[in-house]
């Protein structure tokens, strides 16, 4: 009875097909030489948008005369930047704050003295030519806080698909190059990716002067877009 068993066994299991032997490599899975390059392609564009936070700060005896006056001098900032042409969309307040002001002395305790109000506008600005005109305008309002600017690109898609055009030829290429000094050949490409997000070059500063006697000049130089990609090739 046992014999029968094991041989009915044995039968079975010859019956079954070798999946592992006849299956075919799954899909994405380089039969020959596997080959991952990291490719990045790169474009240079002029950017088209300014960024400057810029802002106000007062002080006064108490923190009621600090706010007033702050949000006085703030509401002819904005009114200035509205005289420009500048739109309300691209206009957002991004700190307000307000803070004791206090004297130190050695061997006695601080001495309050009065308070500090700021408050603080991110600006952007979508024609940079004018920007240096406006920024003077501002400070001649009661602006008395400039920092920036950060320059970019307002929409930078068509540039990255470029980027992402010639990364893929410079990974093709050197592909090519490794599977010739192999003796081999590309075969295909097994997988693709994009990794991290895209990376700009430095972006140059502009000198930013508050004297009225000349315009505050903001040169936007030229930015480079990169797009770095992950790429797997089947060499034979």
Known sequence: MMRATLLAAALSAASLPATAAAQPAPVGVAAGTRLDIAATGEVSRVPDVAIVSTG??????SAGDA???NAARLERVRAALRRAGIAERDVQT????????????????????????????TVRFRDIRVSGRIID???AEGANQI???????????AAL???RTRALAVGRARAELYARSLGLRVVRLVSVS???GPVSGPVPMAAMRAERSADTAIVPGEQQLSVTLQMSFELR
Do not use: F, H, K, M
């Open 56 to 61: 106000v700060v007062t002080r006064a005896a």
């Open 194 to 196: 994009e990794g991290g």
């Open 147 to 157: 920092s920036g600017p950060t320059l970019t690109i307002d929409r930078p898609e």
């Open 67 to 69: 706010l007033a006056q």
């Open 161 to 163: 698909d470029e980027a």
């Open 94 to 121: 991004s700190s307000v704050g307000l803070n004791p002001d206090y004297v130190y002395a050695e061997g006695q305790p601080p001495r309050l003295t009065g308070y500090q109000a700021t408050n603080q506008l």
């Open 137 to 139: 305008a501002l400070v």
